[in-house]
């Protein structure tokens, strides 16, 4: 068992502020054509979503969440995950408990009109996630010990590669990927551990970390360097995992609030929701997960999986079919009860760019930052560490850093892309810079 004793982000407090904030003021229910459990929603756009759970549901909406219907998935047991591509092309996961047991896989071509099942041709295993990342390269986790990918669009699945860590084969149960190589999966098992894989190469391998002690549930990606996991339990309540260092190291805190982190979403750069499922409540952040706030659910209502497909367009789905809409002709996406964060810093692009050997940076920092230690920082697209430039405190003002393509062992790196990511406490940005020799 992981202890408790991972040192907590003194940045990542819990924020129990005293305002009039209801959730009734961002989230409105809206008309549901199922009582069934709703357990996973996703959306390919604005305008276009599922939603899916117990007995077979599945439900569709073409514009935007106003009205769903009822699709006939051709199953009656739960569907435990369900996601699409594209607007035509999805899957979901059904569990079977009759001959055989295991996983049934839905697979679609239509939006969802038509539904052909396969089983999966390993049983007893029990799949909670299923990703595709393009028409072919995919990948499913669940228990116990699967986690498998795909190169042709499903027809075979193949065991990943996994590296010899003691976690390694604890089971994944989601799925996040930055671009086409660089991704992470998590999951892990209650009262043992939470567990997130790393993979730089597209899938092909990946290597585990112990992250907090309990199951992390979602990963959202801010940049390359920087992610945010929730997860939890329900004896400890909700946990937030950070990475500033493309998951070289992660950081978990426990928020300290009753209930499990089912799913993360953000709306914006700093304003992200997540769901609490049967804790009936919400927990919101409006400076990127640095401080979040307990909300109740509208009607007390037990919601389970939540995302924004833009900034304008946010559903939450859970207990008895409720469906669950950010409303911002009622919130305003400029809600000044909770004013955009001034613009404490800011890093220009490089110049010249490409650069051989020498590149200037320069950044700001406003009279209104926040405290702590300024950083600017070299990785390359690996996440590594390259050159540290400046790592001290700067009063507010204009900077010129140089750099001359070297590491912190003053040796020429080769040529190739580079981040370059200026930190002040919680707050970062990053610009991509190009080294020709």
């Known amino acids: 068992m992981i202890h408790r004793t991972i040192p907590l982000l003194i940045i990542l407090a819990f924020s129990l502020i005293a ?18 459990l709703l357990r996973r929603v996703c959306f ?24 769903w219907d009822l699709q006939n998935s051709g199953v009656e047991t739960g569907i435990a995950d369900i996601f699409f591509l594209n607007e035509d092309t999805g899957w979901a996961l059904v569990w079977s408990v009759s001959n055989p047991t295991g996983t049934i896989i839905l697979k679609t071509k239509d939006g969802g009109e038509n539904w052909t099942p396969e089983n999966y041709p390993e049983p007893d295993k029990y799949m909670r996630k299923i990703f595709f990342i393009d028409s072919l390269r995919g990948w499913m986790g669940g228990s116990p010990d699967a986690f498998v990918y795909t190169t042709d669009g499903g027809m ?28 992470f999966a998590n999951g892990g098992i209650f009262d043992i551990a939470g567990v997130i894989w790393k993979t730089v190469n597209g ?13 992390i549930q979602q990963i959202i990606f801010f940049d390359s360097l920087n992610a945010l996991g929730v997860g939890g339990d329900f004896e400890f309540g909700t ?34 929701w997540a769901c609490l499922g049967s804790a009936q409540k919400f927990i919101f952040t409006h400076d990127s997960g640095n401080t979040w706030t307990e909300v109740p659910t509208p009607n007390n209502s037990k919601i389970f999986d939540l995302v924004f497909s833009d900034s304008l367009h946010g559903y939450a789905v859970g207990d008895g079919g409720i469906i669950l809409k950010y409303d911002t002709t009622v919130v305003g996406v400029t809600d000044t009860r909770f004013p955009v964060l001034p613009s404490t810093i800011k890093l220009y692009q490089n110049y010249p760019n490409p650069f051989n050997p020498n590149t200037n940076i320069e950044f700001v920092i406003s009279s209104s930052r926040p405290g702590g230690i300024v950083g600017l920082n070299i990785y390359d697209l690996s996440g590594r560490l390259v050159r540290t430039l400046v790592n001290e405190p700067k009063s507010p003002g204009e900077y010129s850093v140089k750099w001359d393509g070297r590491d912190n062992a003053n040796k020429p790196v080769s040529s190739g892309v580079y981040l370059c990511r200026l930190t002040i406490g919680a707050y970062s940005q990053v610009h991509k810079m190009v080294l020709l020799r």
């Open 203 to 215: 899938g092909i391998n990946w290597f585990s970390m112990a992250v907090g002690p309990e199951p």
């Open 156 to 183: 075979e699945w193949t065991n990943v590669v996994i590296d010899s860590g003691v976690l390694a084969h604890l089971p994944p149960i989601n799925f996040s990927f930055f671009d086409s190589n660089y991704g």
């Open 239 to 272: 946990g937030i995992a950070r990475t500033y260092d493309a998951g070289e190291s992660w950081q978990y805190a426990s928020l300290g609030v009753a209930g499990v982190a089912s799913a993360v979403s953000f709306r914006t750069s700093y304003e992200g």
């Open 19 to 36: 305002s009039q904030v209801n959730s009734r003021d961002y989230w409105i229910p809206t008309n549901s054509p199922t009582t069934q």
């Open 44 to 67: 390919t756009d604005k305008l276009t979503g599922w939603a899916a759970g117990d007995r077979g549901t599945i439900i569709h909406t073409k514009d935007s969440g106003d009205t």
